[in-house]
Structure formats: C-alpha cells, structure tokens
C-alpha cells in the first residue's frame, strides 16, 4: 500500500478518522479513514497499527525516530489491505478522530476525541490510546499507570492471521493463565493479561498441541505509558529488547509469521 509521498505536508495528514464497530478485550474491528487513502477495513489492533504507520511513512510525517526491531534472519513483509469501498461513515460502536503528532520512543503520541468532540484526551503512546479507545467504548477507564500489572509471561501461538490469534498465555509467578481456541486479538488481551483488567478471558479446556511460535516476554519498566522490556522467542532461540508496546507486537507477529525452517538457514 502507498499513498504516495508528497513534498508538501499539511496538518490533516495526522489526523485519522476510526469507526469503531466492536471493542472487547478480546477483539476490535472497524473501518480507517485518511484524506489520502479510501476507507481501510481493520479486525485487529495489529491491523489498525500497521495500516497507520503505513499512512504515515508514505506520507513522510511525523517521521519514525526509531527503527523498529525484528528477531535476526527476518525480512519483514507487505501486508494485505483490505479496501472499504462504502461512503465515510460512523463507527457502530464509537468514532474516535486521532491526531498523532509525533512518533518517538517506537510509539504515538498524540491527542484523541470521541463523542463528536465532546471528550479528547491526549496520548503519550499506543497503549495508552488503545486503553482510552476501549475506555471510550465501554464507558470504563481502569486506572493504569507505571506500576502494578503482571510483569512476565510465557505466550504460546498455535495459530495466527492478521493480529488475531489461537493459543494463550501462562503466568507461573502469578499462578495465571488464559487459553484461546477461537481466534481473539492479540494486542487486546496481551494488554488485558498483563495489566490485570481483562474479564472473562478464562478457558478450562486444556492447550492443543502443535504450537507455531512462542515467547517469553518480560517488562522491566513501564515508562512512557508504555512497556520496556525483553523478549525471548524460543523456536528462533533469539532474544531481543523491545522499547514499547508497538514494537513487542511487531517483534513477535514478524516472528509468528515467518518460515522457521528459512529463518534458521539464515542464521546458520
């Protein structure tokens, strides 16, 4: 996808329209809308990331200023947009207009309104905007901040397309876990796992083998409203440090997504 890179940026090439159609802490879909593209169909956070980011880079404003990550021997890819070929419309949820006015620290930071304008409230990273589109929605703001929440996790994926995925999540110092067999958006419930403010993400129903990827995950801080830690990936046997919320997601759906068996002739 490109929109084209333009000499000229003017100030609405920040801004973007999301219609929010369904937000749960097990998944979010809806429609994307920029002055420069047509409307963007996304069922996923990890979707809507991208898509935005990529808006923004062929858009040349606010510029990346950190490279993002990935695990060694992985190329990252094109992804598929999906095109809304309907009039610009309202979110059957929510609409939230979003203005990201820098991207620093591998994150957005910004200012978001709903409510036709009459709420806005700025953001200092992704996180912290999904938080207040999913507050948005529900009508709930848990309190968040930079302490408290799980700070480890083991994340097994059995299976994975787009930002949703089948498999779970395994806390041993917390004695937590929740398990998936249906596909459930990433990004919601890693954030609803780790911060403690999901509701009714259980499953007593037992993992089904044959794992495609998995990971160890652990924040050392939660600066910036966002998290900083480390990441280790066990089949690719690499570990990384991630510096926010974004580029974990992009670290391990880079990993999932790729070919084990060419990542390893690589590293050999």
Same mark, same amino acid.
């Given at each position: 996808?490109?929109?084209?890179?333009? &000499?000229?940026?003017?100030?609405?090439?920040?801004?973007?329209?999301?219609?929010?159609?369904?937000? &749960?802490?097990?998944?979010?879909?809806?429609?994307?809308?920029?002055?420069?593209?047509?409307?963007?169909?996304?069922?996923?956070?990890?979707?809507?990331?991208?898509?935005?980011?990529?808006? *923004?880079?062929?858009?040349?404003?606010? @510029?990346?200023?950190?490279?993002?990550?990935?695990?060694?021997?992985?190329?990252?890819?094109?992804?598929?947009?999906?095109?809304?070929?309907?009039?610009?419309?309202?979110?059957?949820?929510?609409? %939230?207009?979003?203005?990201?006015?820098?991207?620093?620290?591998?994150?957005?930071?910004?200012?978001?309104?709903?409510?036709?304008? /009459?709420?806005? /409230?700025?953001?200092?990273?992704?996180?912290? *905007?999904?938080?207040?589109?999913?507050?948005?929605?529900?009508?709930?703001?848990?309190?968040?901040?930079?302490?408290?929440?799980?700070?480890?996790?083991?994340?097994?994926?059995?299976?994975?397309?787009?930002?949703?995925?089948?498999?779970?999540?395994?806390?041993?110092?917390?004695?937590?876990?929740?398990?998936?067999?249906?596909?459930?958006?990433?990004?919601?419930? *890693?954030?609803?796992?780790?911060?403690?403010?999901?509701?009714?993400?259980?499953?007593?129903?037992?993992?089904?083998?044959?794992? @495609?990827?998995? %990971?160890?995950?652990?924040?050392?801080?939660?600066?910036?409203?966002?998290?900083?830690?480390?990441?280790?990936?066990? /089949?690719?046997?690499?570990?990384?440090? %991630?510096?926010?919320?974004?580029? *974990?997601?992009?670290?391990?759906?880079?990993?999932?997504?790729?070919?084990?068996?060419?990542?390893?002739?690589?590293?050999?």
């Amino acid at each position: 996808m490109s929109v084209g890179r333009m &000499s000229l940026v003017s100030n609405a090439d920040h801004y973007f329209t999301i219609a929010v159609d369904e937000c &749960s802490d097990w998944r979010m879909n809806g429609i994307l809308f920029h002055e420069r593209v047509s409307g963007i169909c996304f069922g996923s956070v990890q979707e809507l990331i991208l898509n935005i980011d990529q808006i *923004l880079d062929d858009v040349g404003s606010p @510029k990346q200023t950190l490279q993002m990550r990935c695990f060694p021997g992985i190329i990252p890819s094109d992804f598929t947009v999906n095109r809304y070929s309907g009039e610009p419309r309202k979110g059957n949820a929510e609409t %939230f207009t979003v203005c990201i006015q820098y991207r620093y620290h591998a994150g957005w930071q910004g200012t978001v309104s709903w409510r036709n304008g /009459e709420k806005r /409230e700025a953001f200092e990273s992704e996180l912290q *905007l999904l938080q207040l589109i999913k507050g948005g929605v529900n009508r709930t703001f848990p309190e968040t901040g930079e302490e408290g929440g799980l700070n480890s996790c083991h994340l097994t994926v059995a299976d994975y397309d787009l930002g949703k995925f089948i498999g779970g999540y395994q806390s041993i110092s917390a004695n937590k876990t929740r398990q998936f067999h249906t596909p459930v958006d990433l990004a919601s419930t *890693l954030q609803c796992f780790m911060e403690g403010n999901g509701t009714g993400l259980s499953s007593d129903l037992s993992m089904e083998p044959g794992i @495609k990827a998995s %990971f160890s995950i652990k924040i050392m801080y939660r600066e910036r409203a966002t998290w900083q830690g480390v990441v280790y990936w066990r /089949e690719g046997r690499e570990q990384l440090s %991630f510096r926010s919320f974004k580029e *974990l997601l992009h670290m391990v759906t880079l990993a999932v997504e790729s070919d084990s068996s060419k990542v390893e002739a690589v590293l050999q």
